[in-house]
Every structure is written in C-alpha cells, then in structure tokens.
C-alpha cells in the first residue's frame, strides 16, 4: 500500500469513529487531526476540505469497506503529481492514465484536452492552498507557528510538485491570460497570508515593530516559489534556513514569553 492509501484510510477511519461517537456536528477539521494526531497541514494533503473527506466518505463499498475516489478527482490528483515526475511538456494523457490505473480514453471522459486537465489541477490547488491557508489563520494563535505550519506543507517531499505546478505552468502557458491571472492568484494569496501573520506577531510583540509586513511576505513567497529548483533531499535543509532567518532576524529578542 502507497503512503496517500494509508493516510486517507487512516483520515477516514478517525471521521467515521467521530460521525459515530458524537455525530455530525462534531465532524471538524480540528477534532478530526486531532484524533489522527496529525497536522492540519498534512489533512490538506489528502483532501481539499470538509466537504470533500464527507464527499469521500460516501463513497465507501457498503460490501468491502475500501475507499473509491471520485474518478475526476483522481485524474487531477495524479496529473499533479505527475508533473514533477514528467515535467509539463513530456506528461500526455497515456502518463496519466497509467498513473491512475485506467485507459487513455477515460481520461477524455472528463476533460477534452491537456490543456483543460491543467486548467483544472490550478483550480484545484488555488481551492486546496486557500482552504489549507484560511484554516491556518484563524487558528493562528502563535503566528511563528502558523508560519512554520505552511513551510512545512510546502517543504515536505511529498508535496514538491505544488511549486513545480504552479511555475512550469505559468513559463509554459504565458500567452494563457486565464492562466496568468490564476498563478497571480496563488502569489498573492501567499503574500496576503504572510502579511496577515506578521501583523498578527507584531501586535504581539513577538516581531520586530520595525518591519514591514508587505516586503517580508514577498520575501517568503520569493524564497517558497524557488523551491522548484530544490532537490526533494535538501527541502529539510532549505526549511532550516528559512527557519533561520524567521528566528533570528525577524523575531524581537525576548519576545517568546508573548507569543
């Protein structure tokens, strides 16, 4: 069995046990990682949001119990995926179709062209990232480790083709303006997200006052967009310089006792 099985199984399973023990209304993102003891970050690695894990859960056999992803989804999970084994010029639909275990010509059930699958991977990363970002910051009682949160999302191995994604699409689509205003999208999302956070540390006293929280967001979405050229054996390292940088540059010395 392959890591994403085991996690989505291991997800499902503790939001069936919740479903069952206490209904419904305690089905929450936060009871629900809370429960598989794992981070929010890494629950929207295998589903794009509450809605979506309930989605899922409907889909289990009445007969053997085994998780069925919607074929759709799966395409666009694979195709994903894909890019950073192919790279966007090399990938076609055969690639895909192997990775997902079906013919060719199912793929064209769904979507028309390579073209239209990419367009649909962007959508549904831009949704995932926001979801992922939005969770984040409402939670975000100590703003460094919300930060460190997303570093780690997007410095994990397994999550190395979202930046591949999103910057082989923008050099290979530039003439696509619907393209480029989805790609601006997800830049700006980021820097809006880091903006936030550093705010939210400066009221704290946990941040320097001097800063500027628009110019350092930029900083880090600059840092985060260039780990598409960072060998997945040295995102731990590129993580421990970025996290340098947040501890001993930004943060205001003694501040730790605030946050």
């Known amino acids: 069995m392959d ?10 399973s503790c939001a069936k046990e919740i479903l069952k023990a206490d209904g419904e209304d305690a089905l929450t993102i936060s009871n629900i990682v809370q429960r598989c003891n794992i981070s929010k970050s890494t629950f929207y690695n295998y589903f ?7 989605n899922h859960l409907n889909s289990f056999s009445a007969t053997d119990g085994l998780f069925v992803s919607g074929t759709r989804d799966l395409i666009i999970i694979k195709a994903i995926e894909a890019i950073s084994i192919y ?16 013919n060719r010509t199912t793929i064209y059930n769904y979507f028309s062209s390579k073209r239209e699958l990419w ?9 995932k990232q ?22 780690d999302y997007l410095c994990n191995p397994q999550n190395k083709h979202i930046n591949a994604l999103i910057m082989i699409s923008k050099y290979n689509y530039i003439n696509n303006t619907k393209m480029q205003k989805w790609f601006s999208q997800i830049i700006d999302m980021r820097i809006s997200f880091f903006t936030s956070l550093i705010k939210i540390g400066k009221q704290k006293g946990v941040f320097k006052n001097s800063l500027n929280p628009v110019s350092i967001a930029n900083f880090f979405t600059v840092f ?16 421990k310089i970025f996290n340098s940088f947040l501890y001993n540059v930004l943060i205001e010395d003694g501040s730790f006792e605030n946050i």
């Open 224 to 239: 985060l967009s260039g780990l598409i050229f960072t060998e997945a054996s040295n995102l731990e390292e590129a993580k």
């Open 130 to 151: 926001k979801k992922l970002m939005s969770s984040i910051i409402q939670t975000a009682k100590n703003p460094i480790k919300a930060i460190e949160e997303y570093v």
């Open 119 to 127: 367009e649909s991977c962007i959508r549904y990363e831009i949704n």
């Open 48 to 54: 794009l949001s509450k809605e979506d894990l309930i």
């Open 3 to 12: 890591k994403e099985y085991i996690y989505r199984q291991k997800i499902l």
């Open 87 to 102: 790279g966007l010029k090399e990938i076609n639909m055969d690639n895909i179709a192997n990775l997902v275990g079906i």
